[in-house]
């Protein structure tokens, strides 16, 4: 009897025991190479535009980064995609949306200019329009190139932040503006080393994210720069954390959203830059986007797993955090839809990868207002 009790024992342990795998609430799109996403835009059908970038990091690779759009339904269903291998050589960073297409900004990697597109919503190519910086200026040269920023602004065009590199000066970030048709009507020094936000405000000036070494101190700072609308500086306001990484704007102020090693920040400050209240949250890397109620989701990043947050207007915590597993994960833009839920868009490693070691794949995921997911 207990030989047997013995047997029956081994017998179980040794048995596989299927479970069911984590639910996965998110999708990825790629090729075998690296694939880097920046932003989302809703087009009128109510479809999703993903835009990025689609390449290799070795420069002598003949497939050397492309701009890469994505066009997939509310359900996350890709519908098409095109890699225009007919442009230059391209890092595509950012694009603004408007009633007929896109507008797409792309540095350069071999010349020292910084490209807009106007594209339709499927993908054709409307113009192609480039500015060339002067005195041998690389928009993004010296690996600066990823902390290019796009915003829409109030009249229709496009204001574009980024960092250019001559051989004089090792980085400046600068302020262009063109209007919707793609005609450049402003570029402006504002000094610093780089930058990672920007965002036009109801006044018609710019609030922009900044860093650089502090002239006395000689220690990395980090700074927001208020500007009025010709890119002249009006106030700047260091703070003891990290770079901003995304703005948005209150009838009574603006809300900045900052990377962290230690955990994010979400701080509210007055018209003047003043602070008026500050939140710490999990993770390493942010976005944010205002809701109906006058509140602010926050998503944040954190190795393997993303974070939502509800906050009030006040910065207390409504609910979160609501944590789901991802793929390790960089999220660069979050869009509240016309049907109320949330799309969070960056991009990924997956595992295991579809291409070489740490090739990257574009990273979409959806929520509703209760941080419940939508896929």
């Known amino acids: 009897m207990l030989r047997n009790i013995i047997i029956f024992t081994l017998l179980i342990s040794c048995l596989r025991i299927p479970t069911k795998p984590p639910e996965q609430h998110f999708k990825l799109y790629g090729t075998d190479r690296d694939d880097n996403a920046y932003s989302i835009i809703e087009a009128p059908d109510k479809n999703l535009v993903l835009v990025g970038w689609y390449g290799s990091m070795e420069m002598d690779d003949p497939a050397t980064w492309r701009m890469f759009i994505i066009k997939v339904s509310p359900n996350g269903y890709e519908i098409w995609r095109k890699i225009y291998y007919e442009l230059n050589l391209r890092e595509t960073l950012g694009a603004v949306g408007y009633e007929d297409g896109i507008i797409a900004v792309s540095n350069s990697l071999r010349e020292d200019t910084i490209y807009l597109t106007k594209l339709d919503y499927n993908g054709n190519i409307i113009w192609d329009k480039a500015y060339v910086f002067p005195n041998g200026g690389g928009w993004g040269s010296d690996n600066f190139g990823t902390m290019t920023r796009v915003s829409k602004t109030k009249d229709g065009g496009i204001a574009v932040t980024g960092t250019i590199c001559t051989p004089y000066v090792k980085g400046m970030v ?51 720069l208020k500007t009025d609308s010709l890119g002249n500086i009006l106030w700047i306001k260091t703070y003891p954390h990290r770079p901003p990484s995304k703005f948005l704007e209150d009838e009574d102020g603006y809300v900045v959203c900052i990377t962290g090693g230690e955990g994010i920040r979400v701080m509210k400050l007055d018209k003047n830059g003043n602070e008026i209240w500050s939140k710490r949250l999990e993770g390493m890397d942010t976005v944010c986007e205002k809701t109906p109620d006058g509140g602010y989701i926050i998503a944040s990043s954190y190795l393997y797993y993303v974070n939502f947050y509800k906050l009030d207007r006040n910065g207390n915590i409504i609910w979160g955090p609501r944590q789901y597993s991802t793929a390790s994960f960089m999220p660069q833009s979050l869009i509240r839809s016309s049907d109320n839920y949330y799309y969070l868009l960056g991009f990924a490693n997956p595992i295991p990868s579809k291409g070489p070691k740490d090739a990257e794949d574009f990273f979409l995921m959806k929520i509703d207002e209760n941080g419940n997911p939508g896929f």
Not at 183 to 203: M, P, Y
Not at 212 to 217: L, W
């Open 174 to 224: 600068m302020l262009l503006k063109a209007d919707k048709n793609g005609n450049v009507e402003l570029v402006k020094n504002l000094g610093f080393v780089t930058c990672k936000a920007i965002l036009q405000t109801s006044d018609g000036g710019y609030l922009i994210g900044a860093w650089g070494k502090d002239t006395i101190t000689k220690t990395e700072t980090y700074y927001t």
